[in-house]
């Protein structure tokens, strides 16, 4: 079987799991914000926390672009269940990429089945979009890392058993991010509290935490590459999130959107079904144009990253026009479904509520604009005059 073939089945066989299993369970799990522990147990089955891992590691070895396609299908029944997914791959391509060779065997096997599961740690209360301002420090103390800081909005902070900390080990170095380090810091010792969970407009059932370090100790055989390199390592990592973003954005979308097209063509008003209105169907191609936009412009970022080439212009791309089509999409749902589409008797409204994250989430849109422009620049050979400042 060829490995095209391989690849359609993998995502067929998770479109049937999301019909069958996720569909009926989501809104329920949702409502109560409890975290899905039998969808989790079963994407372990499927193989999924092992999506892009090597073989050689006991992953699926999947592309990026394939990635893409799973997290679509997951976002069709339940966003929730793509996050558990993201930081956890995202830490599995900053090991396998610039790990060593002993990080990658000790990691990376457990990542496959589950039983490492990842936390990323990078964004703190005052540093979101200029994560180079970050104030976690690692002292280096011998053969560990001493770290102190909190960490915000950090998926999988409970339920994962280590984390991608990208923290400070020379505060006081020009520019900042060379002196940034990043460190797979293991739960165990004392010093890591959970300090709460966040509370959330939408993306319920997963944790969003805030995690405090105190003297928590990591391994300098844990650091990731080389100090004072870690802030480039965690933004290659955050290409893959930002398709991730992207990908969930197209799946959130496409279920409004058939849902939308289902209710419209069961609804009646005036004798006639409302999908034979006009003012339904420009909807309705208008939202359908725009998802699938939005899905090949993941599916061109998708396959720069799986080129090896630097993909922060496209992924930034199909993430900035995916979350906002995915929010348009989601409004047009509601709009169709009329007052039923405010009632969470229907899943609209989950749409609606969890679109947002799209938005902000793996660096807002207004940085991703920045980004773009920054690299089309560069691309076109511009290079900053010296008396111009980062901003």
């Given at each position: ?34 975290y899905p522990q039998a969808l989790v ?90 994560a180079q301002k970050i104030r976690t ?126 209710y419209a063509q069961e609804r009646e ?123």
């Open positions: 079987m060829t490995s095209n073939h391989m690849d359609q089945d993998i995502i067929e066989g998770v479109r049937a799991f999301v019909d069958k299993e996720v569909k009926p369970v989501a809104n329920g799990l949702e409502r109560a914000n409890e147990d079963r994407m372990k089955e499927l193989g999924l926390f092992g999506a892009t891992i090597p073989p050689e590691f006991g992953g699926l070895g999947l592309t990026v672009s394939t990635y893409a396609c799973i997290v679509e299908e997951l976002c069709r029944g339940w966003m929730s269940l793509s996050g558990i997914l993201n930081t956890h791959l995202m830490v599995a391509y900053v090991i396998r990429t610039f790990g060593n060779d002993e990080q990658r065997e000790r990691f990376l096997p457990a990542m496959a089945v589950g039983e490492k599961r990842a936390a990323f740690g990078l964004t703190e209360a005052h540093a979101g979009s200029d420090v690692a002292r280096r103390d011998g053969d560990v890392y001493v770290v102190n800081g909190t960490k915000m909005w950090s998926t999988n902070a409970r339920t994962g058993t280590f984390f991608g900390l990208v923290c400070k080990t020379d505060p006081e170095a020009v520019p900042a991010h060379t002196g940034i380090t990043f460190l797979l810091a293991e739960k165990g010792a004392p010093g890591c509290t959970i300090s709460r969970d966040i509370p959330k407009l939408g993306y319920k059932g997963v944790e969003s935490a805030e995690v405090a370090f105190e003297d928590f100790p990591v391994p300098v055989a844990n650091r990731v590459g080389e100090e004072g390199r870690g802030f480039k390592y965690a933004l290659t990592g955050l290409e893959v999130g930002r398709v991730n973003i992207a990908a969930r954005a197209v799946g959130v979308a496409q279920a409004a959107y058939d849902d939308a097209l289902r008003t005036f004798g006639k079904p409302i999908c034979e209105h006009q003012a339904i169907q420009l909807k309705l191609a208008d939202m359908a144009t725009r998802i699938e936009a939005a899905r090949l412009l993941v599916r061109s970022a998708s396959a720069k990253k799986d080129s090896g080439e630097r993909s922060d212009v496209e992924a930034g791309m199909a993430k900035l026009f995916a979350s906002e089509m995915c929010q348009e999409v989601a409004l047009e749902a509601m709009r169709i479904h009329g007052g039923y589409g405010y009632s969470q008797e229907f899943n609209v409204e989950r749409y609606y509520r969890d679109a947002p994250l799209m938005i902000i989430g793996e660096g807002t849109n207004e940085i991703q604009r920045l980004v773009i422009a920054r690299g089309l620049l560069k691309r076109a050979g511009y290079r900053r005059p010296e008396h111009v400042t980062e901003e």
